[in-house]
């Protein structure tokens, strides 16, 4: 019989997993501190045995004494946590995986493949929702897509769904707190359970969800641009079921990124108690969506996989990739060696264990027409090769160079540059990055840190920018040598206000060889030029 010790196996995640292998055929060593929680779920299940072991202890006489062909760590939580358990393992000849979402410790397992490979041992980390799960339906996804341009990902929690305390301590760790992401062709920090959105999870045939999703830190924050073609920029947000209970730790973040407080980790056992209170209400409901945008052919692509849950099914899903990763183990189909779990596991050996569950999936496909091109119409293909390369703006993107700024010279110019946070005077590194969501556009120009943003899109046949509660319309008059963009109106908190009073700006873009080049002058009536910047770009 096969036999595994599932540490933390009476737990949140740990005990499903331990009820899943046993009815499998697996011979299940339940460990933990507790012992009479170990015992007591064990004499539920067949074949499994009830163990005390400390995660943080010495597990080597625990091996020794059982012997088992695998050992899975539920216990966690795992930031902050070093590799020990797995080096335990490997000196032992045992086979290791476990439910990690921690980055740095789920992305830093690859520095055990020597010791691994030399053992004959198969160590993964990650084999949960994320990057296990995760891994697979982006792979999915990215099929025949020779270049990928963006993924987006999140979870959204039923309010019924219960997990254990590390659960709660992995989210406060990164609550308030930097996170490194790939945006824009570059590594910037971003801030934890900050990125607020609205996801909407739609599956054909069942009531769609519609909830709020923050920013999360995962190991596909690494793994998204270090292993698909294109180096693609990748976001996960998470979220549970009510509004209020995200807005409320997004409140809590604030005093962590001020630097008020280290962490919020210090209150994760106050959480879970807090979200009992208010377990019997909402729905059993959870789900998940992957987006991945590329190029299929020369054709923009977007496609989405959607998963929900119900009658409480969704904390079953991150168990499903280590059972996966189990039996694969035991039949002796994953080579020796250290890695994350992303691409170890394919969605179709996920299938069957959804058909046994309430989880109801659906993938759609389709592709776009980026915004540039949808306003100028068949003209956009006369524009010199830069020009549209610059505007073919797919999910994600983003370009780098050198701009000349010039300012006004009067006292009222000086203050509009310093409310619409217009780049200091001289010659400046820029970079410029864009984000594109349903056929918006977000330009984020950085100008040697001083940064400023303005989201493009359509009304009809002309491009509206928007800066704040301002909005500016342009045509967009384009012919061999480039583009312009001619101001048509404008309004103000929505109130349309009279094109004498606009602002002055005739921008211009064109190409020099590889370079995109810009020009864009502003000026404002009774005031004179307020900033005038030029420069030339590359798309990276």
């Not at 540490?7 to 501190?33: M, N, Q």
């Amino acid at each position: 019989m096969r036999r595994v010790i599932v540490l933390g196996g009476y737990g949140g995640f740990g005990a499903r997993l331990s009820r899943r292998l046993a009815a499998d055929g697996w011979e299940v060593l339940i460990a933990g501190r507790d012992g009479g929680s170990a015992a007591r779920l064990a004499a539920d299940l067949p074949n499994a045995v009830g163990l005390v072991a400390d995660r943080n202890g010495d597990l080597g006489s625990l091996l020794e004494d059982h012997y088992p062909l695998l050992l899975i760590d539920a216990a966690g939580p795992f930031q902050g946590s070093g590799d020990h358990v797995a080096e335990a393992c490997i000196a032992r000849g045992v086979h290791y995986v476990d439910l990690a979402d921690a980055r740095d410790f789920v992305c830093g397992i690859g520095r055990l493949d020597a010791a691994a490979r030399a053992a004959g041992v198969v160590v993964i980390s990650g084999g949960s929702s994320v990057p296990a799960l995760s891994g697979a339906l982006i792979a999915e996804l990215a099929t025949d897509m020779r270049r990928v341009c963006s993924v987006e990902m999140s979870i959204s929690a039923s309010n019924r769904a219960t997990a254990g305390a590390s659960v709660a301590a992995a989210i406060l760790s990164y609550v308030g707190k930097p996170v490194r992401l790939w945006r824009g062709g570059r590594w910037r920090q971003e801030t934890g359970w900050h990125r607020l959105h609205r996801q909407d999870y739609v599956v054909p045939g069942r009531p769609s969800i519609r909830r709020r999703v923050a920013l999360a830190d995962v190991p596909d924050h690494d793994i998204v641009p270090a292993s698909l073609p294109g180096r693609p920029a990748g976001i996960f947000r998470a979220g549970p079921e009510f509004s209020f209970q995200l807005l409320t730790l997004w409140l809590l973040s604030w005093p962590v990124k001020w630097g008020w407080l280290r962490s919020l980790s210090p209150f994760s056992r106050w959480l879970l108690p807090l979200q009992k209170l208010s377990a019997r209400f909402g729905t059993d409901r959870s789900a998940m969506a992957v987006e991945v945008k590329g190029i299929v052919g020369d054709v923009p692509t977007k496609r989405r996989c959607t998963l929900i849950a119900e009658n409480g099914d969704g904390p079953e899903i991150p168990t499903i990739a280590a059972h996966v990763l189990a039996n694969a183990i035991a039949a002796g189909c994953l080579a020796p060696g250290a890695r994350p779990a992303a691409g170890t596991v394919r969605l179709e050996d996920f299938a069957p264990h959804f058909e046994r569950l309430a989880v109801h999936r659906a993938i759609d496909s389709r592709s776009y027409v980026p915004l540039y091109r949808r306003v100028i119409g068949p003209a956009y293909d006369a524009m010199p090769q830069p020009v549209r390369e610059m505007h073919d703006v797919i999910g994600d993107a983003g370009a780098a160079g050198r701009a000349r700024v010039r300012r006004g010279r009067s006292l009222l110019a000086r203050l509009v540059c310093n409310v619409m946070r217009f780049p200091p005077e001289g010659e400046h590194e820029l970079h410029v990055s864009f984000e594109e969501r349903d056929g918006v556009e977000r330009w984020t120009r950085d100008f040697a840190g001083r940064a400023f943003s303005s989201e493009l899109s359509e009304k009809g046949t002309r491009l509206v920018e928007r800066f704040g509660p301002m909005r500016f319309s342009f045509d967009l008059p384009v012919d061999a040598a480039g583009l312009t963009m001619v101001m048509r109106g404008w309004s103000v908190f929505g109130l349309p206000v009279p094109l004498a009073l606009a602002p002055r700006s005739v921008a211009r873009e064109w190409a020099d060889g590889e370079d995109f080049c810009f020009d864009v002058p502003i000026a404002l009536p009774g005031i004179g030029e307020v900033v005038h910047y030029s420069g030339r770009l590359r798309r990276l």
